[in-house]
């Protein structure tokens, strides 16, 4: 008896290890990719994905995309050498379909929660996500703004919900430590600017980038940010009204006593108050107006 159960349970093994290999090595990559893509692009057709092969993964039951890239309104955002979902297995008795996902992000990681409701004449999507330790230049979307390049190591958490607003509205909060901010060409004779922290509340919809709070600290400079972009195509024609203000610290005057920023901000009133910086135009081409 006992040597028929143990048999049983080998046989048991054995089939469902069989299964496993079988489904792995029978799956339909091709089909099932493509059936994502365009489910996707059902959704929000501003959303583009790309990948080359979908696998199952048995622990946990979910699938791999690999390699994975994602654009909006044919401006990259990202790209993942692979990226992980999970469904719930249970949601997908009720209309609302839910998963997790993750994924490395450079030398970070990504990870996130997806709802999707089918109720009503189109689907309703609310996703959350954690970025930690993501370097941020290897977010592809600021890549397109050669005037700015923003550097550091990015936490964020960014809350999307498909209902607001026409295309959806992502809030987004950020920290990146340290940071660099460097200017092409350079602004009144300032290559880049380097802060020990940033920290941002934004909204972003697919007409406009909206940032709500931005503070730079360091040793350096302290300064804060607020405004707007407004999305055109191509991303060159985009307009910006951005207000920045930069209070500079003994260090940064030391450094700089001889360049032409000392005319800006030698000032008293410049070192007590900070020096504004409007900057207004295209992100292809701007204009600086500084008090």
């Given at each position: 008896m006992i040597k028929t159960k143990a048999r049983l349970f080998i046989y048991g093994i054995f089939a469902i290890t069989a299964f496993c290999v079988f489904l792995y090595l029978l799956f339909p990559s091709q089909m099932v990719?493509?059936?994502?893509?365009?489910?996707?692009?059902?959704?929000?057709?501003?959303?583009?994905?790309?990948l080359n092969d979908t696998r199952p993964s048995v622990l946990p039951p979910g699938f791999k995309f690999e390699p994975l890239s994602v654009a909006y309104a044919d401006?990259?955002?990202?790209?993942?050498?692979y990226f992980k979902v999970m469904p719930a297995i249970f949601s997908f008795i009720g209309d609302q379909k839910e998963f997790t996902f993750n994924g490395p992000l450079g030398a970070g990681t990504l990870k996130g929660h997806a709802a999707v409701s089918l109720q009503g004449p189109k689907p309703q999507t609310k996703v959350t996500m954690n970025l930690t330790e993501v370097p941020i230049d290897v977010i592809e979307i600021l890549q397109q703004w050669p005037n700015y390049k923003l550097l550091g190591e990015m936490t964020a958490y960014i809350d999307y919900d498909s209902r607001k607003g026409a295309g959806g509205t992502a809030n987004v909060k950020m920290d990146v430590t340290p940071t660099r901010i460097v200017f092409n060409p350079p602004i009144v004779g300032l290559e880049q600017m380097e802060f020990s922290q940033l920290t941002a509340e934004m909204t972003v919809t697919p007409r406009m980038l909206q940032i709500k709070r931005c503070e730079l600290s360091g040793s350096q400079l302290e300064g804060k940010v607020t405004g707007a972009i407004v999305f055109r195509e191509p991303a060159q024609n985009s307009r910006i009204t951005l207000s920045c203000t930069l209070k500079p610290q003994p260090a940064f005057m030391a450094e700089h006593k001889n360049d032409m920023l000392a005319t800006f901000l030698g000032s008293e009133t410049a070192q007590k108050r900070?020096?504004?910086i409007r900057i207004s135009g295209t992100l292809g081409n701007p204009s600086y107006v500084i008090r």
């Open positions: 990719s493509a059936l994502i893509v365009s489910r996707i692009a059902g959704i929000n057709p501003q959303v583009q994905v790309s401006i990259p955002v990202m790209h993942m050498p900070g020096v504004i």
